[in-house]
């Protein structure tokens, strides 16, 4: 193209702005369009805006470093993970809500073909039957959980009215002591008693020394203790000491 040829073409675009050229414009923002306007407008609100809230963020960043901090750094990064979670929890929500759009505009037809609906009903029907498989295995295990509660009641009334058979009997054997020998009955007695309060100490020695870190650091042997006293002192425990005992001596 020749330097004529483009003077020419430059020369018609300068005539067809001129006749288009609105009346009454005196610069070239009077001769844009109001959409172009109302973009430059947006454009210019947004700066501003961008503008505002930087400002207020150095108004709010300083007037918190005049005064005294009221929330510490664990409450901080406590806040900042809550609001983490809440943005993404809200950025899921949306992306669900577009893609329910989508799929709503596709089966009414104003979206995509019919390929695209045979697969989204596709899709729904292998949907449905997952879901109704979830509700059919919740109802089952809510019903296990039903057969589960009504065993651990059986279990827990047949254990009550076993210890209601043992203490009767117990209440029915110091009967027949009482009567036949009141001197056994006192010992058994004495020797409950004594089982008690062993108990008793057992569990202020072990709760004791588990309280105190120091002990357990520099006296290993207090572990040792710990172990050896997990289990409370019964009588048939005590028995099998005792019978241990003997048979050791015996040995001997």
Known sequence: MSVFEELNNAVAALKNTVLNFKFGAAS?????????????????????NARLVLHKAQSDFQIRT???????????????????????INNLAVKLCLHSYNVQAILSGVEGDQDARKQIYACMSKIFGISEGILA?????EAERQKQLNLKIECQTAL???????????????QRLQETNP????NKEKTQTTVKRICLMQKLITNFIAASNHLLLDVPLMIKMLEDHREMYTMEIISKIAHAERESMDVD
């Open 160 to 174: 009550a009215d076993y210890h209601d058979f043992l203490k009767e009997q117990e209440e029915i054997h110091s």
């Open 28 to 48: 070239l923002d009077d001769f844009k369009t109001d959409e172009e306007k109302f973009e430059d407008m947006r454009e210019r609100l947004k700066h501003l």
């Open 137 to 141: 295995v919740q109802q089952e295990l």
């Open 66 to 88: 005049q005064r005294e901090p009221e929330k510490t750094v664990i409450q901080t990064v406590k806040n900042m993970h809550e609001n983490a979670a809440i943005s993404l």
């Open 183 to 186: 001197e056994i009955l006192r």
